[in-house]
């Protein structure tokens, strides 16, 4: 198990967990990712979120190199298109939707990694995330922040993917819910 994304020995924050998980036929590397908001950009949180997001394109790219299966889950805190928000206009100026922000995410995706719920829908409106101000659940005014991406590896053991979007719905709710992804290891 490893705690902590390498490359920033001074950066204590809880953001990045992995382990390997024994398979039926071989292993299963997770890693769990809470990538930083970010907000307000630009600023100093900003660039912390940008040389996060430097330090996993890094650290993936030693990962994909052992060619085994492997799943970066979690709060990525970015919503890669348009398609991936309600209202993609409300989020213009947003650490979660700039230019540079996207651009990282599709830099790390290019790295050989299948975007999971992508896989299995191209359909609009797939939320992982409903604020708790304005309504934003009552009005379906979500994004989708929370992504699983998968090495080929992986990807090649995809059954399915869904998003438990009801629980969203329940009486003290996260503002996210969970995207389950099933792989097949028989």
Known sequence: MQRGLPGDPD?????????VIPATRGVLRLACIYLPNGNPAP?????YKLAFMDRLIAHARKLLGYEEPLALLGDFNVIPEPR???HPEE??????????TRAKFRELSALGFTDALRAVSDDRGLYTFWDYQ????????????????????AADRLETVAIDKEMRGREKASDHVPLRVALTFD
């Open 134 to 153: 304005g309504g934003g659940w009552q009005r379906n005014n979500g994004i989708r922040i929370d992504h699983a991406l998968l090495s080929p590896q």
């Open 84 to 86: 991936d928000a309600a």
């Open 43 to 47: 600023g100093e949180k900003y660039a």
């Open 11 to 19: 950066d204590v924050q809880a953001r990045y967990i992995e382990a």
């Open 91 to 100: 989020w213009a100026r947003d650490a979660l939707f700039l230019p540079q």
